[in-house]
């Protein structure tokens, strides 16, 4: 079975009960056990779970909770980042980060194993793809750093961000089932404008995006002004180019009537001249734009550099002064390799090692 009971909306959860014979109304207690107290083991014993329902559990036909294992787990020095390596039912692996402080943690979730879109500078593309996740699988990642919020802070969840490994809108359906449930008032209930979807500018996925009934908040990664400057280092631009792309967003805003988030990863030498900026800023001209600025986080098969941090101030006065608000992303956690896909990297490459030892980076800060 490819699905897991994280994984089922609250409809689909009824109707797997009814399929079984059961009273679809258990679906109310059960829902609230996997989805609101994050439960996984014991189903059967947890509250308002009645007898016909404890006997669906113990049944062959009952829909399992997701099989994952921690298998890393890395907190980075200054406390502000931590980083798990989540092992799945066939072996392949997908990396969770939760950020932040009290009041105000987000989780960073992988959408696949690996990635198609082939980034160059990207830890992930630079895996290739291995498979999709499920549902099951994106809303168990999120549960996994709830958990861990409850257990050693006390504390929840505010923010979603699909910034992990993957394409999200390359694995839309699983992608918008998992995000529907851990919206869902009845479980996580994390508000949709908390939720970020982070994409490499899959244009059928942000059409798709524009005509769901949610509004989720968009961020679309562009780190190129032009389409020679873009395709070098995302790849699918040949296939989606500049121009297409942003006459997608327009619609996007307009028809949500939301605000688009651009990330720009900053490339020393690269990327990050005043030029590149002041492009920038006419690409996004009277468009409802916000501006995440990067540091590029170095990876073993690119050959970029960061930016220095005058740069980054340079090229975000820039865009500020154009009147598009814009942010430089705190190099938090750099030490736990907080790229997407690096702790996976990194593990792949100190094999051998007891996994679970952290090996902090060096002269990557
Ligand atoms: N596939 C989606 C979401 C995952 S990547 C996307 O590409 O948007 C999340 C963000 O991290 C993207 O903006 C991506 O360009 C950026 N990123 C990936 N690798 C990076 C690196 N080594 N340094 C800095 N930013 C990186
Ligand atoms: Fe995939 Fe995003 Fe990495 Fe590009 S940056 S390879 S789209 S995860």
Same mark, same amino acid.
């Given at each position: 079975m490819n699905f897991s009971l994280e994984g089922l909306r609250y409809e689909a959860l009824e109707a797997q009960l009814a399929k079984s014979g059961v009273n679809p109304v258990h679906a109310k207690p059960l829902f609230r056990a996997v989805q609101r107290r994050l439960l996984r083991?014991?189903l059967g014993?947890a509250?308002g779970i009645l007898p016909p329902l404890q006997r669906w559990l113990a049944s062959e036909q009952a829909v399992k909770p997701c099989a ?21 039912h066939?072996?392949? =692996?997908? =990396? ?15 959408? +696949? ?21 499920t549902a099951g699988e994106i809303v168990a990642?999120?549960h996994?750093? =709830? ?26 359906e699983p992608?918008m089932e998992a995000?529907d449930i851990i &919206?869902d008032?009845r479980g ?21 995006? &524009? ?70 800023? =006419? ?29 980054? +101030? ?52």
């Amino acid at each position: 079975m490819n699905f897991s009971l994280e994984g089922l909306r609250y409809e689909a959860l009824e109707a797997q009960l009814a399929k079984s014979g059961v009273n679809p109304v258990h679906a109310k207690p059960l829902f609230r056990a996997v989805q609101r107290r994050l439960l996984r083991n014991d189903l059967g014993s947890a509250e308002g779970i009645l007898p016909p329902l404890q006997r669906w559990l113990a049944s062959e036909q009952a829909v399992k909770p997701c099989a994952m294992k921690l298998v890393d787990d890395t907190a980075s020095s200054d406390g502000f980042t931590r980083k798990y390596l989540l092992r799945l039912h066939d072996g392949t =692996e997908v =990396e969770s980060v939760q950020m932040g402080f009290p009041g105000r943690y987000t989780a960073c979730l992988s959408s +696949q194993v690996g990635c198609a879109m082939g980034c160059v500078f990207c830890a992930t593309g630079q895996m290739g793809f291995s498979r999709h996740l499920t549902a099951g699988e994106i809303v168990a990642q999120a549960h996994h750093v =709830e958990r861990e919020l409850r257990r050693t802070q006390g504390s929840t969840l505010r923010n979603i961000v699909m910034m992990g490994m993957g394409e999200p809108l390359h694995n839309f359906e699983p992608t918008m089932e998992a995000l529907d449930i851990i &919206t869902d008032d009845r479980g996580m209930n994390i508000g949709p404008a908390r939720v970020v979807i982070s994409t490499v500018g899959y244009i059928p996925g942000i059409q798709k995006l &524009t005509r769901h009934p949610k509004r989720y908040s968009l961020a679309v990664s562009l780190h190129g002004a032009s389409d020679e400057e873009r395709g070098k280092l995302i790849p699918i631009n040949k296939r989606w180019p500049l121009a297409e792309l942003l006459e997608t967003c327009r619609e996007y805003s307009a028809i949500k009537r939301a605000r688009v988030f651009f990330a720009w990863t900053l490339i020393g030498g690269v990327n990050d001249s005043d030029d590149h900026a002041q492009r920038l800023a =006419e690409l996004l001209r009277g468009m409802d734009a916000h501006v995440n600025l990067i540091p590029l986080n170095p990876t073993e098969g690119f050959d970029g550099t960061m930016p220095t941090e005058e740069r980054s +101030q340079a090229f975000q006065k820039i865009i500020q002064d154009a009147g598009i608000p814009s942010t430089i992303r705190q190099r938090r956690g750099i030490d736990v390799a907080a790229g997407c896909g690096q702790l996976k990297a990194k593990r792949v490459k100190r094999t051998g090692r007891k996994p679970g030892i952290n090996v902090p980076i060096s002269g990557s800060l």
